[in-house]
């Protein structure tokens, strides 16, 4: 083998990681962007369920929460409320 072969062969081989290299750069892009994704949802639903358990204390203390009524005393069981509350 002459050297100008050895150096297109090194060639080859560097084209050929810097393929892979490429393929596992989109693959880590792929899944950094379902990581983000997945974090915003769990998050958005951590609020949820604190939201809903805001609400759920003001109904036991004594409010309504539904939108007819908010915040005003409830004096018996509303079915609008409940139906939030589910
Ligand atoms: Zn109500």
Known sequence: MSLVDDIL???ERLNSINQELKELRSKAEALETQNARLWARFSEEGLLGQGQEA???LY????H???AHFAQPRFEE???CLALLK
């Open 9 to 11: 062969y090194l060639e």
């Open 55 to 57: 609400l759920s204390r």
């Open 60 to 63: 036991e203390d004594g409010f």
């Open 65 to 67: 929460i539904c939108h």
């Open 78 to 80: 509303c079915l609008f």
